[in-house]
C-alpha cells in the first residue's frame, strides 16, 4: 500500500510529528493537499497536510496496521519544493511543524473558507446582435461591451427588466459563467512623477541588478531609496520575475505605498496586518494565480506562492518587525536570504541605519554594501545641535522645551513651515506615586507602573487595563499624591498653551486606535492643515514633507537607558531617522536634540550623520560583552501563574542544564532570573539566557534537554524559546 506522511491540525496534539496513513487506491495525493484522516481511538475525522509521500515516508508501522485517508481537497497549498525551506524554519527557529505550515497558508483555509463566487454574464454570438431587438439589444450590447463585468441583478439596477435578461440567456445569447470574486482590490493611485535616476541610484541598481546574491543598500535619509527599489523591481518584471517588499509597518507608509501604486497599478497587492481573513484568503490565491507580480507587505508577505520569486527588498532592515514574535519566531530577512539562495534571487536589505549585525556581515564580505551618500532632492542633511539638558535645569528651565528649541519652534511658526516633536513616551506623565509614603501606583496583574492619561485614568501599558485615579492614596490615606515622567499628551497641552494659535495634531497609538484616524492626520499634515506634529516612534520613519524644517527630539535618553545591548543602536537609529524628515525640500531643516547624556557616542555619532563612527564604537562593545555578532542568544522564558513553583522550577532546571552545557564549551548560561518585566497579566516570568557559538544540532540538544526538564510540570509552566530575541 502507498503511503503519505501528514501533519496533523489540531491545537491540542502534545507531540509534534509526522503521522503515517495509507493513500487510498483510488486516491491521486500531492504534497501540500489537505486531507481528512481518522485520528485517535474514536477515529475522529481530523484535518491534515501531506508532508511525505511513498519512499520517503518512514514507515514506522506495520502497513497492515495503517489506518487510511478518508478524502483529500484537491488544491496544493504547497509544493514539495517549499519542504526544505519549511524543515530549515522549524529547525532554526524551534518551532513545530504546525506552526510552519500555518506560515505558509492563509488563516482562512484552516477555517474552511471558499472563495466567494461571482455569477459573470458573458455573450455568447456576436451575430447575434443583427436581429435583436429592442430592449434586448441594448442588454445584449451592454454585456457584450463588458464581458465577465455584470451579474444579473447590475442589469437591472441598470434598468433592464430580469425577465428580458433570462429570456436572452435562455435561448443562448447570454451565458451565466460561476467564477471566483475576490474580495480585495487595490484602488489605483494617478498622482505619479516618474523621475530619473541620479548618478548614484543609477550604479546602485546596476550593481544589484548585475548578479544574483544579498545587498546592503546603505542610503542616507532622503537618498531615494524608493527609486531604486522601483527601478529593479521593473527591471525584474521584464525578465517575468516577481518580487516582494517589505516594509516594517504597512499603515505608517502610506506615501511609499502610494508611488508603488502610481507606478505598476494592478500588478501589486498590498499585504498587510489590517486585512481580513476573506482578503487574504483572495490575496494569496490572486499571487498563485499569477495576477499579481508584486507584492508589499509585512514580513507575512514573504510566504505568498508566488512562482518566480527572485527579489526581496526588506525596506528599514533596522527594525525588529521582521522577527516574528510568535512561533515560529522567525527573522524574515533571514528566511529571505534561505529562499533567495535556493531561487538564485536578490534580496536587498535597505536602510539608512543599518542594524549593526547587518554592517558587520557588509565588513565580512557575507553581503555586498551599496551606498547612497547624498540626499536625491537639492536639500543636504539637516543641523543639528545638541543641548544639555542638565544646564538647562541648573540655569532654572524646568519646562519640557529647552531654551534653543523655544526659540526655534517660534521661528518655524513664524515662517509658517511645519515641524515634528518626537518623543517616544504616549500617556500624560509616566508613573504616579505619592509622596507622603512613597506608593507607586502598579497594575495589578502586571509588575508595571500604570501610565497617567489626562482624563484621569491610570492605563497599564502591558495589558491594557485601565482605572481611575484615586485622590488619596490607597496605602496611607494622604492627598500627595504627584505625578512624573513625561508623555506626548503633556507635551501637546503644554504646545497648546504656549502657541494657541498653532495647528496642533498628536499621533500616537491613542490617538489612532482607528484605522482612518492615521490617514486623517497624515492627509491634513501633508496639506499644510498643521503647524506641530507632536508623536512617538509612529512619526519616525515614512514622512517625507517638503515643508518641515524642525524637528525636535524631546528626550534622547528614553531609549539609552533601556536595559538591553541594542540601547545605544536603538538610540543612534532613533535621532537619525527622526532627524531626517527635516530639510527634505530645498528649505533649510535644523534639529535640536535634548539630552541629559550629550557626551554619550550614540548622540554625537547622530549629531554628526556618522554611521561609520558609530559603528566601529558599537562593535568593540559588541565583541567585547560578547553579543550578536559574535555569538548568538538563545532566550528561554518561563512563565506560571505559581510563583513559587516557578522559581523552584526554574532554579533546578538553571542548575541541571549548567551541568549539561559543559560539554559545549564555548556557551555560557546567565541566569535563572526574573525577567525585566516579572510580572504580565498574573503570569509570573522567569528566563535563562544562553550566548554562544549554537549550531543547529547543538540548539535542538539543547531544547529538548529543557523540554524534557519540563515534562512533569508542563500543565503549570510554559516555556517559549527564541533565537536572537529582540529584547530580552
Ligand atoms: P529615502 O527612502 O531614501 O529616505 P525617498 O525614496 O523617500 O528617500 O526619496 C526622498 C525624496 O526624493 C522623495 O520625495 C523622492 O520623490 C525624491 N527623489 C528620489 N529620487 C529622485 C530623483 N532621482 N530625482 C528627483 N527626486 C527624487
Ligand atoms: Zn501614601
Ligand atoms: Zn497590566
Same mark, same amino acid.
Not at 553579543?627 to 523552584?648: A, C, G, Q, W, Y
Given at each position: 500500500m502507498r503511503a503519505a506522511g501528514i501533519i496533523i491540525n489540531h491545537e491540542a496534539l502534545a507531540t509534534d510529528r509526522i503521522y503515517t496513513y495509507g493513500i487510498p487506491e483510488k486516491m491521486n495525493l500531492k504534497i501540500g493537499q489537505k486531507v481528512r484522516v481518522p485520528f485517535g481511538l474514536g477515529n475522529r475525522k481530523l484535518e491534515g497536510f501531506v508532508v511525505a509521500l511513498n519512499d520517503d515516508v518512514d514507515l514506522a508501522y506495520d502497513t497492515m496496521k495503517m489506518k487510511e485517508i478518508f478524502s483529500a481537497d484537491p488544491e496544493v497549498y504547497f509544493e514539495e519544493k517549499d519542504l526544505s525551506i519549511m524543515d530549515e524554519i522549524r529547525k532554526s527557529y524551534m518551532a513545530t511543524y504546525l506552526d510552519v505550515i500555518k506560515l505558509m497558508i492563509p488563516r482562512g483555509i484552516l477555517q474552511g473558507m471558499k472563495h466567494k463566487m461571482s455569477e459573470n454574464l458573458y455573450t455568447i454570438s456576436t451575430l447575434a446582435q443583427k436581429h435583436l431587438k429592442s430592449p434586448y439589444i441594448e442588454i445584449y450590447n451592454e454585456v457584450d461591451q463588458h464581458p465577465g463585468k455584470f451579474i444579473k441583478s447590475d442589469l437591472v439596477r441598470k434598468g433592464f427588466s430580469l425577465s428580458s435578461v433570462n429570456t436572452l440567456i435562455r435561448h443562448g445569447y447570454m451565458a451565466v459563467l460561476s467564477e471566483k470574486d475576490y474580495r480585495y482590490n487595490v484602488e489605483e493611485y494617478e498622482n505619479y512623477e516618474e523621475r530619473t535616476l541620479n548618478e548614484e541610484q543609477r550604479a546602485a541598481v546596476e550593481t544589484i541588478d548585475k548578479k544574483e546574491g544579498t545587498y546592503l543598500l546603505h542610503g542616507i535619509t532622503g537618498s531615494g531609496k524608493t527609486e531604486v527599489f522601483m527601478e529593479l523591481i521593473r527591471r525584474g518584471l521584464q525578465r517575468g520575475e516577481d518580487a516582494i517588499v517589505l516594509l516594517p509597518e504597512i499603515s505608517l507608509t502610506p506615501q511609499m505605498i502610494e508611488r508603488f501604486k502610481g507606478r505598476f497599478g494592478k500588478e501589486i497587492t498590498i499585504f498587510h496586518s489590517r486585512l481580513s481573513d476573506g482578503e487574504r484568503y483572495d490575496e494569496w490565491h490572486r499571487v498563485r494565480a499569477g495576477k499579481v507580480k508584486i507584492a508589499i507587505g509585512a514580513r507575512s508577505a514573504l510566504f505568498l506562492p508566488f512562482k518566480n520569486l527572485k527579489m526581496v527588498i526588506v525596506d528599514e532592515e533596522h527594525e525588529t518587525t521582521y522577527k516574528s514574535e510568535m512561533s515560529p519566531k522567525y527573522n524574515a530577512k533571514e528566511v529571505a536570504r534561505l529562499m533567495m539562495e535556493k531561487n538564485g534571487g536578490r534580496v536587498v536589505l535597505a536602510s539608512a541605519t543599518p542594524s549593526v549585525e547587518s554592517y558587520y556581515q557588509a565588513k565580512a564580505k557575507k553581503l555586498t554594501l551599496v551606498s547612497l551618500t547624498r540626499r536625491a532632492t537639492a536639500g543636504e542633511l539637516p543641523k543639528m545641535e545638541v543641548v544639555d539638558m542638565r544646564e538647562e535645569l541648573l540655569s532654572g528651565n524646568r519646562t519640557i522645551f529647552s531654551r534653543a528649541l523655544m526659540k526655534k519652534m517660534e521661528e518655524v511658526l513664524e515662517r509658517k513651515e511645519q515641524m515634528i516633536l518626537f518623543l517616544n513616551r504616549r500617556g500624560f506623565s509616566t508613573f504616579v506615586s505619592c509622596r507622603s509614603c512613597g506608593y507607586v501606583?502598579?497594575?495589578?496583574?502586571?509588575?508595571?507602573?500604570? *501610565?497617567?492619561?489626562?482624563?484621569? %485614568?491610570?492605563?497599564?501599558? !502591558?495589558? +491594557?487595563?485601565?482605572?481611575?485615579?484615586?485622590? *488619596?492614596?490607597?496605602?496611607?490615606? %494622604?492627598?500627595?499624591?504627584? !505625578?512624573? +515622567?513625561?508623555?506626548?499628551?503633556?507635551?501637546?497641552?503644554?504646545?497648546?498653551?504656549?502657541?494657541?494659535?498653532?495647528?496642533?495634531?498628536?499621533?500616537?497609538?491613542?490617538?489612532?486606535?482607528?484605522?482612518?484616524a492615521y490617514e486623517n492626520m497624515y492627509q491634513n499634515f501633508k496639506n499644510n492643515d498643521c503647524d506641530i506634529l507632536i508623536g512617538t516612534q509612529m512619526i519616525s520613519k515614512g514622512l517625507d514633507f517638503k515643508d518641515v524644517t524642525l524637528v525636535g527630539i524631546l528626550a534622547a535618553d528614553l531609549s539609552l537607558n533601556l536595559p538591553d545591548f541594542r540601547s545605544s543602536e536603538k538610540t543612534f537609529q532613533l535621532i537619525t531617522q527622526v532627524a531626517g524628515r527635516a530639510g527634505r525640500g530645498d528649505k533649510k531643516g535644523e534639529v535640536v536634540i535634548q539630552t541629559y547624556s550629550p557626551e554619550h557616542f550614540a548622540v554625537e555619532c547622530a549629531k554628526t550623520h556618522d554611521y561609520e563612527g558609530f559603528y566601529e564604537r558599537e562593535i568593540l562593545m559588541r565583541e567585547a560583552l560578547k553579543?550578536?555578532?559574535?555569538?548568538?542568544?538563545?532566550?528561554?522564558?518561563?512563565?506560571?501563574?505559581?510563583?513559587?513553583?516557578?522559581?523552584?522550577k526554574v532554579m533546578e532546571i538553571g542548575d541541571r542544564l549548567r551541568n549539561y552545557l559543559k560539554k559545549y564549551d564555548t556557551i555560557i548560561l546567565l541566569g535563572p532570573s526574573p525577567c525585566m518585566i516579572s510580572k504580565i497579566k498574573n503570569s509570573y516570568r522567569w528566563q535563562m539566557i544562553l550566548k554562544g557559538d549554537f549550531s543547529l544540532d547543538s540548539q535542538e540538544s539543547i531544547r529538548l534537554f529543557v523540554q524534557n526538564e519540563m515534562k512533569s510540570v508542563y500543565k503549570a509552566i510554559k516555556v517559549s524559546l527564541d533565537i536572537n530575541p529582540n529584547s530580552m
Open positions: 501606583f502598579k497594575c495589578s496583574s502586571c509588575d508595571i507602573s500604570m *501610565t497617567y492619561h489626562k482624563d484621569n %485614568s491610570l492605563i497599564c501599558h !502591558q495589558c +491594557g487595563a485601565r482605572k481611575y485615579l484615586p485622590k *488619596t492614596c490607597p496605602s496611607c490615606q %494622604s492627598k500627595y499624591i504627584k !505625578q512624573f +515622567g513625561t508623555g506626548t499628551e503633556k507635551v501637546e497641552e503644554a504646545i497648546r498653551k504656549m502657541f494657541p494659535e498653532a495647528k496642533v495634531m498628536r499621533m500616537d497609538r491613542d490617538t489612532t486606535k482607528h484605522k482612518a553579543n550578536p555578532p559574535f555569538t548568538k542568544i538563545f532566550h528561554m522564558v518561563f512563565t506560571s501563574e505559581d510563583e513559587k513553583l516557578l522559581r523552584e
